[in-house]
């Protein structure tokens, strides 16, 4: 398990949208396998049986009332955009063959 | 398989399974769930407005936003699952989705993925008309909350070179409700979408409204060999947004996975299109690198809990539902199981009815000049009676009129589709328009006279027996009477002066 | 005039006096950091228009006898991960050039209600993944005491700022021990408050259910009037803690005696431990044996797979909470006209640093199909074990006391190479993150010339036992009166 494939970080990164250079992913490749390495004992670790941690707080999720506020200023909205058009941001097109989601 | 496809009702028509295989559908709905603000953003609901006006730092995904969960909407959820005879739990857990998307703006949706809300339910679906009607028990494998995305605009004469992307609609709550794949065809596909949509906005959980984009579906579809107990390899139907497009493009797709199968060739699992022009399933992405979207509990949510005393709470405010208020309808008002079933599809219609009810008195005329005539003229005018200006006193008014004889049936239907469209007063239109009955008796008996002497050769044939004349002498008082006249009292003076 | 700064105590005496303004103090922050910066790089942004005008209005106030709090008027620094309205934030990052803020985060907004003036923003590991605030697009913070060493990390510039006297007080966030073990390096006292207590609303996220805001300043009694006026809930963060917050400031007496201490036995072996770095721990625990505490040895069972289980848990959150720097809403965008993915994949790559694409790899991989089982919820149930270790331990006494870090300072460049040996130096802070407990580190003494950090650790919502045993120690010894050398 603590040998990762080239192929894997390959995919990983795509999943993360991170584009890698050959040396990189080589590099990515031994150090997570170091780090994945290193993890496996938690794989000795007797867990039969045990409820996960999600979260140290035993509050239940809090509800807030179905109240509408104002919306931010639209200028504000987009006034960190690369690029705009109007109040809607702009983002490249979607090259055919390329994942939709 | 053959490219040409007729019309629609061709399509329809051939709503049985292709031979030799049983079809398996299963159904996702997202329905838009009614409420001011978004699910985890004070961001108002709001849509037609220009982009990124109904937004909050949290719909934009900034640096450092946190989700409060809206409780009404937990609340509308637990609705429609005790709705759909779901169990509610009590135990909830939202997940993240994790995907890049442009509209998509955390790079995750918060959904509900392991322990959702509500699970294992039914609705009764009716299948067919009239003799043919039978009731299927549809099954619900799951009920959860999640938060819509934003919208992508990308008509290039608009966005140019580029997509837009607005973040109005990027958290609005939805409810996603899963079937199980316990239907057989697309009628019945299209029979469960209609009862589900109905039960949403009966309850009051959904406007529901196809147009807005509030009810969406995808549908799972597979074929397999009569009698295999293996289901066949599926494919995914994506955005199917009106009951026309489900039916047809399950027909398409029932019918493209035969022609493989029949060919010897394999179904492949993936993500298809409806082309609606060509009638045809196009596929958009095959399903071999399966999405892998690495859903875990989102740690900026701690789990839902709900407590029996807020479900119970919650069931008791439920409004009757449409199978309850059909038996009503059918028992109380004598009406016919086909009739009560029209009348209850939709609650804003049942509400409709009882008010005319209410107002007039007898149940069955009122049911018969609903179905037939308020619904036409709704239909035409693609309106729901909660769109239309009818209201239940003028509709109550016009029946009346019929009855005490100041106009005709044909009249007064002649106005139903005004009333639709504007309101009014029954008393005032019928007079404005001149369709009072005639039903000043003299006048009658002179137009019947006159008729009588001017067609004596037919009165001779008559009275030799050819009593089908009869039909051509009323048309001709008719005619004389400017068609104000009664027809039952127009034929009972001319029998008597004919036979007489 | 460009001498350090006192204490919070002292500039509020100060204040109180009308010996001084707060514009006065503004402007005194402001040439110490002119003075000093450039050879530390403790700041992202000084915000000094923003902070003379806050510090005039406290002015004003104070002259119509309108004090909102003991920090009115008082500078303050923090980190660049919490959001300012009209303000840049940055993270350390490229992927956040050129992001202004929209909206304050809570702390921002509990420091203006308190009239705390807010100076500037400091350098930290990008996204706060690290522990030397090496992983700046900055660059390095440099250690006060040594300019050639650490600052530690991530939160490095808030307490380089505290210990070079720029400010008396400033915030970071700690999510591994991002308070601590820097705090620690800079010989500073840092704590960290139970998870839930101080809001994470405008908190730029890098693990959600182990990130908490904390402070820094030189004594325990002033970390205690810094956390006093930011803690508490707030309806905007579902994580928040609804319970009140206790004036923590006042139960600060000295007083230690009854208090059981815990050591635990299993640190004692922890592999690479300094020598020297135990010595001054031994010494501070007899130090408050001396106060009256009681010393006991306790047992931490899981403690070795705490580091594992850290890792696992913050880099899965981590890659799900940094999916929203696309380059489609704010921050920097790479675009060459090949379509959407290749917009992603060139403005993430370029706008995230090494270490951050690491913990991104990382924890998309341990999220991934068919790996969920192997290491998420593995790590979730170790989770759930190391909080029992803590629950039992606790049970026989009311605070743990262990070494912050095993080492002091190291040399900047020194551990960048090897990042498991980075990660493995987080072995006593991260536990705490992972049971949600309140953490302090205190300075206890030196070792080759550099600070040596005590930490305490209690159980949930007790902030003010550890701020009271802190304090005890602070009033027996003088570690933390001690400044870094004039050099810097």
């Known amino acids: ?101 | ?500 | 005039m460009t001498g350090p700064l006192g204490s919070i105590g002292e500039l509020r005496a100060e204040l109180d006096a009308g010996d001084v303004s707060s514009v006065e103090l503004v402007e005194r922050a402001l040439a110490r950091a002119a003075a000093v910066d450039d050879r530390l790089n403790a700041f992202l942004g000084l915000r000094v228009e923003g902070a003379r005008a806050d510090a005039a209005r406290s002015d004003e106030r104070r002259a119509r006898g309108e004090v909102r709090s003991p920090l009115d008027g008082i500078p303050v620094a923090i980190k660049d991960n919490m959001v300012m309205q009209g303000e840049p934030t940055t993270c350390a990052s490229r992927i956040l050039e050129g992001f202004v803020s929209p909206y304050s985060s809570t702390l921002v907004e509990k420091l203006e209600a308190a009239g705390a003036v807010v100076i500037g923003r400091t350098n930290m590991d990008e996204f706060a993944m690290g522990s030397s605030t090496e992983h700046s697009i900055a660059g390095p913070t440099h250690n006060p005491w040594d300019l050639s060493r650490a600052s530690g990390g991530s939160s490095g510039g808030s307490a380089a700022v505290v210990a070079a006297g720029i400010v008396p007080g400033a915030f970071g966030s700690d999510t591994g021990g991002s308070i601590r073990q820097p705090a620690c390096f800079c010989g500073v006292v840092g704590m960290k408050p139970t998870y839930g207590r101080v809001s994470r609303w405008g908190l730029v996220a890098f693990a959600s259910s182990l990130d908490q805001i904390g402070a820094f300043a030189r004594s325990a009694a002033e970390v205690a009037v810094l956390l006093e006026a930011v803690s508490g809930h707030d309806p905007r963060d579902s994580t928040s803690a609804p319970e009140v917050v206790p004036a923590w400031s006042r139960g600060l007496d000295g007083d230690v005696s009854g208090l059981t201490l815990g050591l635990p036995r299993e640190y004692a072996a922890v592999d690479g431990i300094d020598p020297a770095v135990s010595d001054r721990v031994g010494e501070a625990v007899a130090e408050l044996e001396r106060a009256g505490a009681t010393v006991r040895e306790v047992s931490l069972p899981h403690a070795h797979t705490a580091v594992a289980t850290y890792y696992l848990i913050a880099t899965a959150e981590a890659s799900s909470n940094l999916a929203r720097y696309d380059g489609v809403r704010y921050g920097r965008r790479v675009e060459t006209g090949a379509g959407l993915t290749d917009m992603y994949l060139r403005s993430r790559s370029e706008g995230f640093g090494g270490e951050v694409k690491r913990r991104i790899l990382l924890g998309t991989y341990v999220l991934s199909a068919g790996y969920y089982d192997a290491y998420y919820r593995k790590a979730q149930q170790v989770r759930t074990l190391l909080r029992q270790d803590f629950e039992t331990a606790f049970q026989s006494c009311d605070a743990l006391v262990t070494p912050t870090s095993p080492e002091v300072a190291f040399a900047l460049g020194s551990r960048t190479e090897d990042p498991l040996r980075m990660y493995l130096s987080d072995v006593f802070t991260v536990s705490a993150n992972l049971a949600g407990l309140p953490g302090i580190s205190l300075p206890c003494g030196f070792a080759e010339d550099l600070p040596v950090g005590l930490q305490v650790l209690g159980p949930p919502l007790e902030e003010g036992r550890l701020l009271r045993i802190a304090d005890a120690y602070q009033r027996r010894t003088d570690f933390h009166t001690l400044r870094p050398p004039e050099s810097t």
């Not at chain 2, 579809?221 to 955005?239: F, H, I």
């Open chain 1, 1 to 101: 398990m603590a040998d990762l494939s080239r192929e894997e970080v390959e995919r990983i990164a795509a999943l993360a949208r991170l584009a890698l250079t050959d040396a990189e992913a080589d590099r990515a490749a031994t150090e997570l396998a170091a780090i994945l390495g290193y993890v496996e004992l938690l794989q000795s670790v007797d867990t039969e049986g045990v409820a996960p941690t999600q979260h140290v707080l035993s509050l239940a999720t809090p509800v807030r009332d179905d109240a509408a506020v104002a919306s931010i200023e639209p200028e504000l909205a987009v006034a960190n955009a690369p690029e705009r058009s109007g109040t809607a941001f702009v983002v490249p097109k979607v090259i055919e063959g390329e994942e939709a989601g």
């Open chain 2, 1 to 500: 398989m053959s490219a040409q496809r007729g019309a629609p009702e061709a399509a329809r028509r051939s709503s049985k399974s292709p031979e030799g295989y049983e079809v398996v559908i299963g159904l996702e709905v997202h329905c838009q769930l009614r409420t001011e603000s978004k699910l985890f953003s004070p961001a108002p609901v709001r849509y037609g407005l220009e982009p990124n006006h109904s937004v909050h730092p949290i719909c934009l995904g900034l640096p450092g936003v946190l989700p409060v969960l809206n409780g009404r909407a937990v609340e509308l959820a637990i609705r429609a699952g005790l709705a759909t005879h779901c169990t509610v739990h009590e135990h909830s857990i939202f997940a993240r989705k994790n995907y890049f998307y442009p509209d998509l703006p955390k790079g995750y949706q918060i959904s509900q993925y392991e322990e959702p809300v509500a699970t294992g339910g039914w609705i009764d679906v009716v299948v067919g008309e009239g003799e043919d009607a039978a009731t299927r028990r549809i099954g619900l494998t799951r009920i959860h909350m999640e938060e819509d995305a934003g919208k992508s605009i990308h008509d290039a004469s608009i966005a140019g070179q580029g997509t837009l992307v607005d973040l109005d609609r990027a958290g609005v709550p939805l409810l996603e409700i899963v079937s199980e794949p316990d239907l057989r065809s697309p009628t019945e596909a299209s029979a469960y979408l209609r009862t589900l949509r109905g039960i949403l906005r009966y309850i009051e959980v959904s406007d529901a409204d196809m147009e807005k984009g509030h009810f969406r579906c995808d549908a799972n579809v597979s074929l397999r060999r009569v009698g295999a107990a293996e289901l066949g390899t599926r494919t995914e139907l994506k955005n199917l947004n009106s009951f026309r497009f489900v039916e047809e493009a399950l027909e398409a797709e029932i019918e493209r996975q035969a022609s493989l199968l029949d060919a010897g060739e394999a179904v492949h699992q993936a993500t298809m299109a409806y082309d609606p022009a060509r009638r045809r399933t196009r596929v958009l992405r095959l399903k071999e690198n399966a999405d892998d979207y690495r859903y875990f509990p989102d740690p900026d949510l701690v789990p839902l809990q709900l407590s029996s005393a807020q479900v119970e709470r919650v069931r008791g405010e439920l409004p009757e539902l449409a199978d309850t208020k059909r038996e009503r309808f059918e028992s109380d008002y004598e009406l016919s199981a086909y009739d009560a079933r029209l009348l209850t599809e939709s609650r804003g219609l049942a509400d409709f009815f009882e008010a005319v009810v209410a107002a007039y008195g007898p149940a069955k005329p009122v049911a018969n000049w609903i179905l037939r005539d308020v619904l036409q003229a709704l239909s035409a005018q693609e309106l729901e009676i909660e769109g239309s200006a009818l209201t239940p006193a003028a509709f109550a008014a016009l029946i009346r009129l019929v009855d005490e004889g100041r106009t005709t049936a044909k009249g007064a239907r002649s106005l139903v589709p005004d009333l639709v469209a504007r309101g009014g007063d029954p008393e005032v239109l019928v007079r404005e328009r001149g369709i009072e009955a005639v039903s000043d008796s003299g006048a009658l008996e002179a137009a019947v006279d006159e008729v009588l002497a001017a067609q004596s050769a037919d009165v001779e044939r008559y009275r030799a027996g050819e009593k089908k004349v009869l039909n051509f002498l009323m048309g001709q008082v008719m005619k004389r009477t400017g068609g104000k006249a009664e027809p039952g009292t127009v034929r009972e003076i001319l029998a008597r002066k004919l036979d007489g």
